[in-house]
């Protein structure tokens, strides 16, 4: 990418933006933390200055639905990491999926989105725009053919996640916005997988940045959350409409959390994504395993988008066992540390089967489709020490191996 050298220099600037940036409140007693302001309202001096207040006249707060100090000192942090104008912070990823796509489509309108995205985005975009007048194509992103194909006079956006989950299919940003340009369809790009520290898509062309904010920003498997960057515009259209009178609002107290976590991102992010590498190394050399899903592998299709698009592959794994669904399923069974639940960006290893968890609202055909198997695993790495994560794999791997060679 031309811009290597520009990466590179973010890289060490980001470190310490995930620290720095947005932390501008003026608190009375000089609090380090960010203060948190944990209420509902905020009280207007005269009626004078209320009426102002809601007119737009007058800066200042109204109600945590509409806007709150502590979610701005968030939402200023993410959006300089993403190195957008402007960022809204939302109670769910879902949320703020939700608020910001439906805040540039009407009936009648048309969407192209990846095949390949998290189960919930599937349902959201398959189902319940199509129950509103908003039909939505699922097209190979990686076929630049099929996207010119697929978009219409009124298509409106592009939603695409590259890594995707569960299975880290990658799509060229750069490509994807080239075939985009001068046209007035936004490209969306949901970022949670990478974080801005892996993956900026504002210099690949995106409009809006999303995040599940649940995952590697928090980092601590305490909050649900969501945000989304972008130009002051579209987030003051995102502000103005869908999220202020959907309320999909993040709780001041999660965007607290959330700022505590992350500080501690670009540590947490080497940590996860050098435990990835060895997790993956591992698994690639098992004999039991017949496929691993991880960009960071040369083996991996789009293996040259890192270093360009991407500065690692971060901390999320697929595989296949060289085995059907019972197996798979045995197998995960079989672990005794990591636990069994779905989420990723977490301290502990996580681990799912995403047919019937994370992809289950997807159609059989349409996880077919997207190249989603029944014995596909997917896992989450963590921060623990990369041995005894391998050390619980290794024994859940060696008590299938048992049980197939018994019932063999
Ligand atoms: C999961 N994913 O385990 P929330 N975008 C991406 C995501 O992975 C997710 C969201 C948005 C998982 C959640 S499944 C019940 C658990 C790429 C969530 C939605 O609304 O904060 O959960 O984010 O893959």
Redo the contacts with the bound molecule.
């Keep these: 990418m031309a811009n290597s050298d520009n990466n590179n220099k973010t890289a060490w600037q980001m470190a310490t933006q995930v620290i720095h940036a947005g932390s501008g409140h003026d608190d009375p007693h000089g609090a380090l933390a960010a203060p948190l302001y944990q209420t509902s309202t905020f009280k207007f001096a005269n009626t004078e200055q209320g009426s102002a207040r809601f007119a737009g006249e007058e800066g200042g707060y109204i109600y945590s639905r509409l806007g709150n100090p502590t979610t701005h000192e968030l939402e200023t942090r993410v959006a300089v990491l993403e190195g957008y104008d402007a960022a809204a912070a939302t109670a769910?990823?879902?949320?703020a999926?939700a608020a910001t796509t439906m805040a540039f489509v009407k009936a009648g309108d048309h969407i192209v989105v990846s095949d390949a995205?998290?189960?919930?985005?599937f349902a959201l975009f398959s189902e319940l725009f199509e129950r509103f007048g908003v039909h939505a194509d699922f097209v190979d992103l990686t076929d630049a053919d099929a996207l010119t194909t697929a978009l219409k006079d009124n298509t409106r956006l592009v939603f695409l996640?590259s890594p995707a989950?569960?299975h880290l299919k990658l799509v060229d940003i750069e490509a994807v916005s080239q075939i985009l340009a001068g046209r007035d369809i936004k490209l969306i790009v949901?970022n949670?997988?990478m974080t801005p520290l892996l993956q900026q898509p504002k210099q690949l062309g995106a409009d809006l940045v999303?995040h599940?904010?649940?995952?590697f920003l928090n980092g601590h498997g305490d909050v649900?959350?969501?945000i989304v960057c972008g130009s002051a515009d579209d987030i003051a259209l995102i502000k103005g409409t869908t999220l202020k009178d959907m309320g999909a609002t993040i709780s001041p107290h999660d965007a607290w959390l959330i700022l505590r976590g992350l500080k501690t991102l670009d540590v947490r992010m080497q940590r996860h994504c050098e435990n990835a590498e060895k997790v993956a190394d591992f698994l690639h050399k098992h004999s039991l395993v017949r496929k691993v899903y991880y960009p960071g592998l040369a083996e991996h299709p789009n293996h040259s988008l890192i270093g360009t698009q991407m500065r690692h592959a971060g901390a999320v794994i697929a595989f296949e066992l060289d085995g059907d669904e019972a197996q798979s399923r045995y197998f995960l069974n079989q672990l005794q540390m990591i636990p069994l639940a779905?989420?990723?960006g977490d301290a502990e290893t996580l681990i799912?089967h995403p047919a019937s968890?994370?992809h289950s609202p997807y159609t059989p055909e349409a996880r077919q489709k997207a190249g989603i198997s029944d014995t596909l695993v997917r896992i989450a790495v963590g921060l623990e020490a990369a041995q005894d994560i391998i050390a619980d794999l290794s024994q859940a791997l060696q008590s299938s191996q048992q049980r197939w060679q018994r019932s063999a």
């Design positions: 769910t990823g879902m949320g999926i995205i998290y189960g919930c985005s996640e989950n569960p949901d949670t997988f999303i599940s904010a649940t995952k649900v959350a969501g779905v989420s990723l799912q968890m994370t």
